[in-house]
């Protein structure tokens, strides 16, 4: 069982930057392969960032290709995705989720095994 939470969320002005956190619990985080999802108002879930449980291998969501950057410590049982040069189009609740195995993809949402409660983005104009 892996329990996740997220942080980091609030409301920031377009072209501004916003660092979320995700925190695992249990001793097997170096096991699961993470990801970041979001869902804004009205639309589906969407993936948007995963990475491998070494860090090596890296995908992200053409939308956010350039602007967002995943990264974990395995030390810490902790992910992160920096979100820089934000849009209004980015507003949407952010996910942390996780997947038990070693390589990272554009993964399904249907794929994953464990989610977090989700943290709230605005981006205002």
């Known amino acids: 069982q892996v329990q996740l939470v997220e942080s980091g969320g609030g409301l920031v002005q377009a072209g501004g930057s916003r660092r979320l956190f995700c925190v695992a619990s249990g001793r097997t985080f170096d096991l699961y392969a993470m990801a970041w999802f979001r869902q804004a108002p009205g639309k589906e879930r969407e993936f948007v960032a995963s990475?491998?449980?070494?860090?090596?291998?890296?995908y992200y969501a053409d939308s956010v290709k350039g602007r967002f950057t995943i990264s974990r410590d395995n030390t810490k049982n902790t992910v992160a995705l920096q979100m820089n040069s934000l849009k209004p189009e980015d507003t949407a609740v952010y996910y942390c989720?996780?997947?038990?195995?070693?390589?990272?993809?554009?993964?399904?949402?249907?794929?994953?095994?464990?989610w977090g409660k989700g943290t709230l983005v605005t981006v205002s104009l």
């Open positions: 989720a996780a997947k038990r195995q070693t390589g990272a993809g554009t993964f399904s949402a249907v794929g994953m095994e464990y």
């Open positions: 990475i491998s449980v070494t860090g090596v291998s890296i």
